[in-house]
């Protein structure tokens, strides 16, 4: 009988085991943390007094460059390269890897955000907020480095375009 109770208690164990080796289940963002930036930088123009013309262009250039973290990793969206006049091929950088693209997108659109407004350091501690959140729900260092570096060298180009 003990040992019938101990292949039991072992076959849990290991399976137990099993299932704790397995691929992790990666984070994953949504769209609601794209409205949170977003918001953000909806309340920065309203803090700036940015005028309505001013706001739309901001506004432009923040979601374009998510939308171009996105087009470089789904093959569904396509780049504005072609559509928007004199646009550049936005590169993804040749260092890119590890990184997860949603929360890339999302540091390019803060990135871009935060450099083109002028308190703009008011959406560099949102982005570090959001950061220390990412660690929180299961980012890894690693990955929220390669995302914020990936991010970063969009938010360049598009600035520069």
Do not use: W
Request: proline share 4%; charged share 20%.
């Amino acid at each position: 009988m003990r040992s019938k109770a101990f292949l039991t208690i072992a076959l849990f164990a290991v399976v137990a085991f099993l299932n704790g080796c397995g691929p992790k289940k990666q984070p994953v963002l949504t769209s609601a943390d794209i409205t949170k930036v977003i918001n953000q930088s909806t309340a920065i123009m309203v803090h700036d007094v940015t005028n309505p013309p001013l706001a739309a262009r901001f506004f432009s250039y923040i979601c374009l460059a998510g939308h171009e973290v996105v087009a470089e990793n789904d093959k569904t969206i396509k780049s504005m390269k072609g559509v928007l006049n004199e646009y550049p091929d936005i590169k993804k950088p040749a260092f890119a890897n590890g990184y997860n693209y949603q929360l890339s997108a999302l540091v390019a659109m803060m990135e871009t955000a935060g450099k083109m407004q002028p308190t703009g350091s008011l959406m560099l501690k949102y982005e570090q907020d959001l950061l220390d959140s990412c660690r929180k729900i299961g980012f890894t260092d690693e990955v929220i480095d390669s995302s914020v570096h990936y991010g970063q060298a969009i938010s360049k180009q598009i600035l520069a375009y």
